[in-house]
């Protein structure tokens, strides 16, 4: 059973730090691209930052640039996101997905986690 298991999330004040973790199983970890999404209420999801298949290349949407990093774990089944200098506008639910291609859109990932909730507080 293919499994993506998102961690992490929470409350936090403006200005603050948390980390996500998305834990996958059920495929082969390493032929897979990842990328994290979010989706605000009564917003779309929007593509957040994305890693190739090695962690070589990581791509990110230009309203997390230089404060989100992603990276994996390809030993350990596992993609992070380390959020810094969050703000309100970062409150959103955050789901990790899984894709044989990077690609900034939704529809172009085979499978979804359940997502975590993050809210920053002003």
């Known amino acids: 059973e293919v499994q993506l298991v998102e961690s992490g999330g929470g409350l936090v004040q403006a200005g603050g730090s948390l980390r996500l973790s998305c834990t996958a199983s059920g495929f082969n970890f390493d032929d897979y691209a990842f990328g994290w999404f979010r989706q605000a209420p009564g917003k779309e999801r929007e593509f957040v930052a994305a890693t190739s298949r090695s962690g070589d290349s990581t791509y990110y949407a230009q309203s997390v640039k230089g404060r989100f990093t992603i990276s994996r774990d390809n030993a350990k089944n596992t993609v992070t996101l380390q959020m810094n200098s969050l703000k309100p506008e970062d409150t959103a639910a955050y789901y990790c997905?899984?894709?044989?291609?990077?690609?900034?859109?939704?529809?172009?990932?085979?499978?979804w986690g359940q997502g975590t909730q993050v809210t920053v507080s002003s």
């Open positions: 997905a899984a894709s044989g291609t990077i690609s900034y859109w939704p529809p172009g990932y085979d499978y």
